[in-house]
């Protein structure tokens, strides 16, 4: 009986190993491997096994995908290595700019006001001209700028160096400013 018992231990103990290491979780009480999908570990172990034939493959992800059977809702796992995103991406509308202030040689850089039409936060490329006495450019500057939603933000889009703010007579403000 003794040694019985000790093969049953045996046998118990390399089985919660084998299951351990292969990711497959024992808390479900399935039979199919599967975790809730609501951070309590497990799954598959490999991202490459799709067990829910009438689903597609994750599109994208490299996370593995599978079907709750408790909640009957498809779950796609956390991506790795950039290859995606399971949030949904937001389009911003560009925001508009209006020129505050050109440069001097006492202030080398221009002020603008940058307002967010959207609903959400976000950034934004600034773009000015900075221009001589004959309206030739000396610079083309970018800043990339947050203003939160439905806000108007101030912005400081400095010029290279210092030096080459005696060269400029005035400035423009492309007028809208693309969300990056």
Known sequence: MDRRGRRLRFTAVAALVVLALTGFSTSRGHGHGHSSGHGSGGGCSSSSQDHDSS???SGG???SRYRDYDDDDDYTGGTSGGS???TPS???RDATVKLIDCATPSRPYATVELTNPNATGGYFTVTVDFLDAGSGRVQQRNEDAY???NATAT???DLSTPSVAARIDH???QPAAPAR
């Open 55 to 57: 689903s597609s493959s």
């Open 61 to 63: 992800t490299s996370g």
């Open 84 to 86: 995606g995103s399971s």
């Open 90 to 92: 937001v389009t911003l």
């Open 147 to 149: 203003a939160a939603g």
């Open 155 to 157: 912005v400081r889009v």
């Open 171 to 173: 400035c423009e403000a």
